[in-house]
């Protein structure tokens, strides 16, 4: 693990930085009523940073940044991993988000088993997921336009609500919630989907 240093600067247009901005506040607002106060939070796939600053800032929540790949633009630290292993001891945050990563994982269960781990309470995921034919093609061209404009790797699945919920449920957590969030650039962008996942006991599986 290491950690880069506070305030990294990022060179970024005017459009791209009201559109970071944009999608922080779009994404907190969303998040805020799922998570206390006060709450210790791993921010699983942190990105940006600027929505874990919106945490910490307006929510008073503990937060800690985490990511394969260092894009942040804010005063927060951000502790990069190998993005196999959460370097943190199990039970060590109240919620552990997966802010539109998940779908970006090479073995999005091994992250979920990980994730698991080192909660106490929740795992909140926003995904983009796929339930109609149209939500594919809008799917796939908003995710290269990602690429192209931002530089972000492609997604590795376009799947179905039902299909995170399983996934989630087989790795041991029961579905609290499961909120459809609308679209963050409205019908340019993709379906949006929130998972709540509680933390549950497994016969025969430590906790």
């Known amino acids: 693990m290491t950690a880069n240093q506070p305030g990294k600067s990022r060179e970024l247009s005017r ?3 009201r559109v970071h901005v944009y999608r922080a506040q779009w994404s907190f607002e969303r998040l805020a009523p799922l998570i206390r106060e006060g709450d210790r939070v791993l921010s699983l796939g942190a990105g940006d940073c600027r929505l874990d600053q919106r945490l910490a800032r307006d929510h008073h929540c503990d937060v800690v940044s985490l990511d394969v790949d260092d ?5 927060l630290p951000l502790l990069l991993y190998d993005g196999l292993h959460i ?3 199990d039970d060590s945050f109240d919620v552990v988000l997966l802010i539109f990563a998940l779908h970006h994982a090479d073995d999005p269960a ?3 088993r990980e994730a698991r781990r080192v909660c106490r309470r929740h795992v909140i995921a926003f995904e983009d997921v ?13 995710h290269r336009f990602l690429k192209r404009s931002q530089g972000f790797p492609l997604p590795q699945r376009e799947w179905p609500p039902e299909r995170w919920s399983a996934l989630a449920r087989e790795i041991g957590f029961t579905e609290q919630a499961q909120k459809d969030i609308g679209r963050t650039f409205g019908y340019l962008a ?8 509680e933390k549950t006991e497994l016969p025969g599986r430590p906790r």
Do not use: C, M, Q
Not at 71 to 75: A, C, I, R
């Open 15 to 17: 459009t791209d930085e």
């Open 71 to 75: 894009y942040n633009e804010t005063d």
């Open 87 to 89: 370097p943190f001891p």
């Open 110 to 112: 091994a992250v979920l």
């Open 130 to 142: 796929v339930i109609t034919l149209a939500d594919k093609w809008v799917f796939r061209g908003f």
């Open 190 to 197: 993709s379906r949006h989907i929130a998972f709540v996942w």
